[in-house]
């Protein structure tokens, strides 16, 4: 498994931007997907967005797509989550999450597909 460590949230009023940060220690980095989750109080763990190894393949929730960028440094062990035209609706704990398992990007939404989780970040949206 892959420790992995959120940073980057906070808060940020409608319309601004953010940038998450998810550090990876303890494995090769390069051979896990990452993905990126978020749970909004009284919510259910939803899928945000996730990249392959290399970065070839990505996916976005409907809600994000068109605002956020998700983006890998393979040499650095970090992948980022870039959080633009922010909405009240996007507060949540923000986790990356990775897997070492080859998934498809059609399993990259399910978050049983993931073996590795942060501690997440909290993202807050003022409106």
């Known amino acids: 498994q892959v420790l992995l460590v959120e940073s980057g949230g906070g808060l940020v009023q409608a319309g601004g931007s953010l940038r998450l940060s998810c550090a990876a220690s303890?494995?090769?980095?390069?051979?896990?997907?990452m993905g990126w989750f978020r749970q909004a109080s009284g919510k259910e763990r939803e899928f945000v967005a996730a990249?392959?190894?290399?970065?070839?393949?990505?996916r976005y929730a409907d809600s994000v797509k068109g605002r956020f960028t998700i983006s890998r440094n393979n040499a650095k062990n970090t992948v980022y989550l870039q959080m633009n035209s922010l909405k009240p609706e996007d507060a949540a704990v923000y986790y990356c999450?990775?897997?070492?398992?080859?998934?498809?990007?059609?399993?990259?939404?399910?978050?049983?597909?993931?073996?590795?989780w942060g501690q997440g970040t909290q993202v807050t949206v003022s409106s």
């Open positions: 990249i392959s190894q290399i970065g070839l393949n990505t």
């Open positions: 999450a990775a897997s070492e398992p080859f998934i498809t990007t059609a399993q990259f939404m399910d978050a049983r597909n993931y073996d590795s």
């Open positions: 303890g494995s090769t980095f390069r051979n896990y997907a």
